[in-house]
């Protein structure tokens, strides 16, 4: 994704209110529209940058602690569609089954807070970075060529946007 700096955005706004004046000033004289647009992109071109790609968090989807964050069964599936192998092509996968709470549940709980807690777990919301999350986790083999990889899927997570990340060694289209 090409991002325009601000040295771009002030060529472009210049140039047009260039153009805007000299159409302004001489109405009948013809403006050379065409080479106005070539000299805008030459700048815009020459002024761009490549966005850097966002790191995926080390161990992204490697884990049952670091598990990709998608929704429902649909979502799990749409997700390993998206991923690209080392060689551009596309893993098979299966589910392995279900591997338990992303995170330990807290031993000695009353009642209450396992009430507490199974409500919480039901609601679709944003969960904050670091707040404790006892989803179960789904594990699936993904591969590519002679090379497997499990990766766990968390499919609790309706609230977040569309994961972006790939785990280390997959490419995903966007």
């Known amino acids: 994704m090409r991002m325009r700096s601000g040295a771009a955005l002030i060529a472009a706004w210049a140039m047009a209110a260039l153009q805007a004046t000299a159409q302004d000033a001489v109405p009948e004289a013809p403006v050379a529209e065409a080479a106005i647009e070539a000299a805008l992109e030459a ?3 020459a002024t761009s940058v490549e966005a850097p790609p966002i790191a995926a968090p080390d161990g ?7 598990a990709i964050e998608v929704c429902y069964p649909e979502g799990q599936q749409q997700y390993l569609a998206r991923l690209i192998c080392p060689d551009n092509s596309h893993p098979a996968f299966e589910r392995r089954g279900s591997v338990g709470p ?5 031993d000695n709980m009353s009642e209450e807070t396992i009430a507490s807690l199974l409500a919480d777990l039901r609601k679709s919301r944003k969960r904050e970075p670091g707040e404790p999350d006892h989803h179960i986790v789904d594990a699936y083999d993904v591969v590519c060529g002679e090379a497997t990889t499990t990766l766990y899927l968390d499919m609790y997570h309706c609230a977040q946007d569309r994961p972006v990340f790939s785990p280390k060694g997959f490419g995903i289209i966007d």
Do not use: K, T
Not at 60 to 66: A, I, T
Not at 102 to 106: E, L
């Open 43 to 45: 700048v815009i071109e």
């Open 60 to 66: 992204y989807g490697l884990s049952r602690e670091h």
């Open 102 to 106: 992303r995170q330990p549940m807290p």
